[in-house]
């Protein structure tokens, strides 16, 4: 799947975003190495730190279907691109620190990022 087909289907879920307080709605479109793709949007709560961001909500559905091996995800919001936050980065880094991070104004301008370069030295937990 091509990075503007991904992009477009994380613009796409911005309309299913529940996010009353910040009015910012976010979409994001993550792929899998088999090919599926699973979205997300971010889902806040009165309690604002309860809040989820688009990014982990598509990661979680992913997770939670049996998925571990991803490429790439695109994010898009209702004002222009995104780069996910550092929770997400994080979040994200447990499964993959190659993966690749899509974002953009429109899909003509488009920006690809390595979660590596995002995030440096990100956490493991060697136990
Ligand atoms: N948000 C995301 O869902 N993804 C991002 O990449 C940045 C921020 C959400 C969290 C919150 O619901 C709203 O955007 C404003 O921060």
Known sequence: MSDRELYRAALDATGKAYAPYSGFRVGAALLTADGAVYTGVNVENSSYGA?????????????????????????????????????????????SESLT???????????????????????????
Do not use: W
């Open 51 to 95: 809040s989820i961001c688009a990014e982990r909500t598509a990661f979680v559905k992913a997770v939670s279907e049996g998925c571990r091996e991803f490429v790439k995800i695109a994010v898009a919001s209702s004002a222009g691109s995104a780069l996910p936050c550092g929770i997400c980065r994080q979040f994200m880094f447990e499964f």
């Open 101 to 127: 991070v899509i974002t953009g104004d429109d899909e003509d301008h488009l920006e690809a990022y390595s979660l590596s370069e995002l995030l440096l030295k990100g956490f493991r937990l060697n136990i």
